[in-house]
């Protein structure tokens, strides 16, 4: 186990998980003298019914101000903003944001501006500017995937300089994540896929990271294991409580594990093939796992030896030749997205020039590119990359992801 000189972990979320976890939401904002909340999602979570289930379960024990349903995929600035407008016009004190990974980081932006004042978000961008804690907010995760509930992270669009921004405090973290079964239940096969995909990047990222810790770690092998079990059953059997509870803890882990560990260059990558060509987060996180574990071998080989044990198993890492343990690490990856592309009738991409959009066109070109790779350097995430990356290297690994052809180890540079 690695063991830094110095390290810190903090998750001061109240999480509050299980079959019928939220009608336990009244009395959790009774305790932060709050009963007058904002309502946020997207249209997706609301056409599902899952408003519906939400409010039938508070039974009029909050003063529901505005439900506010249209954000979409990729939140931006703006929208933080008009709906910041609209918690102050309606008279709320309080959001409670039910949805992914960028609805759960829109209420975070929404509550920088309402806490705080003002209308520029961008002012907070970064780590460490907010100074106090903000408004009550809870977190209700539909995705299994994003671990947004309890990260001190938000990540959020701004249009005008085509670029996702950073903000980072432990004032973003929410008072309380709400994780329940039924908020995941009608998550279609290749979506429940794509975000299950998010967490297992979020686990395993964050045990390679310069940040790691023994705590972290504890949580991401968790994640992992319970993922690599859990994922394949759910696919089979999609109304499996049991399963989809099990696919939320292990996000809701995996999200403390890299919200204290930090991720690297998959999510550099990811974020910016969102930004450039507006592909959902999971599908980038899947794509892009497998190399970046690649890229980085030569530096992280034993840690990334480690995951096959939580990733395979007991029988596989104990027959498995210690030197290679890594590389099976990387293979099972490969294959497990093979298994989740065949389990959802071919939805689940496996490499950048298969994704198309609803009309059938590309949604990665090749020709983007090169201008994935530019957005990719500007990426706070690559600062806890265990190896520098350069243009040339964030093409490099684009250009592979794109074919779906293992990296060529002789050309990675070794800084």
């Known amino acids: 186990m690695y063991m830094p000189d110095y390290y810190e972990f903090c998750c001061r979320v109240n999480l ?33 019914g899952l408003v519906e289930i939400l409010v039938t379960a508070l039974n009029g024990g909050l003063d529901i101000r505005t439900i506010e349903d249209d954000v979409p995929p990729d939140s931006d600035i703006n929208l933080v903003g008009r709906l910041a407008g609209v918690y102050r016009e309606k008279g709320c004190d309080a959001i409670i944001a039910i949805g992914g990974g960028s609805v759960l980081d829109t209420a975070k ?24 804690p903000l408004r009550p907010f809870i977190a209700i995760p539909t995705t299994a995937g994003t671990g947004s509930e309890v990260t001190q992270a938000a990540v959020i669009a701004d249009p005008e300089a085509a670029r996702k921004m950073l903000f980072g405090s432990y004032y973003l973290l929410p008072d309380a994540a709400v994780v329940d079964s039924r908020m995941t239940l009608t998550l279609p096969p ?3 896929a794509a975000t299950a995909m998010d967490a297992m990047a979020h686990a395993v990222e964050a045990t390679v990271m ?21 994922l394949p059953r759910v696919l089979e059997n999609t109304g ?32 910016s093939v969102g930004a450039v060509c507006h592909v959902p987060h999971g599908t980038c996180m899947a794509i892009f796992l ?68 609803r009309e059938g066109a590309p949604m990665v070109p090749r020709e983007k590119l090169p201008e994935i790779a530019a957005t990719a ?12 990356m350069d243009y040339d290297d964030f093409l490099m ?13 002789s050309k990675i540079k070794k800084g």
């Open 210 to 230: 310069l940040a790691k810790n023994p705590i972290s770690d504890s949580h991401a092998y968790e994640a992992m294991s319970m993922i690599a079990r859990h």
């Open 377 to 388: 350097l500007g990426d706070g995430a690559i600062s806890y990359n265990p190896e520098e």
């Open 16 to 48: 509050v998980a299980g079959h019928d976890a939220l009608e336990k939401i009244p009395g959790l904002l009774a305790g932060m003298d709050a009963s007058s909340p904002m309502i946020l999602t997207d249209k997706g979570v609301a056409g599902a």
């Open 190 to 192: 290749h979506i429940t």
């Open 109 to 132: 932006g929404i509550n920088i501006l309402v806490s705080e004042g003002g209308d520029d978000l961008l002012a907070f961008t970064g780590v460490g500017a907010l100074k106090r």
């Open 397 to 409: 690994v684009a250009e592979a992801a794109w074919e779906g052809v293992p990296l060529d180890l």
């Open 240 to 271: 499996d409580r049991e399963g989809r509870l099990a696919l939320a803890a292990a996000a809701t882990m995996a999200g403390m594990a890299f919200s204290n560990a930090m991720v690297g260059m998959v999510h550099a990558l990811g974020h």
């Open 290 to 357: 497998p190399y970046g574990l690649e890229y980085n071998l030569h530096r992280v080989e034993d840690r990334i030896a480690d995951l096959l044990l939580p990733l395979a198993g007991p029988e596989a890492y104990v027959s498995t030749p210690a030197p290679g343990r890594a590389k099976a690490v990387i293979d099972w990856i490969r294959r497990f997205n093979i298994d989740l592309n065949r389990a959802t009738g071919g939805t689940h991409a496996v490499r950048l020039k298969d994704l198309k959009t």
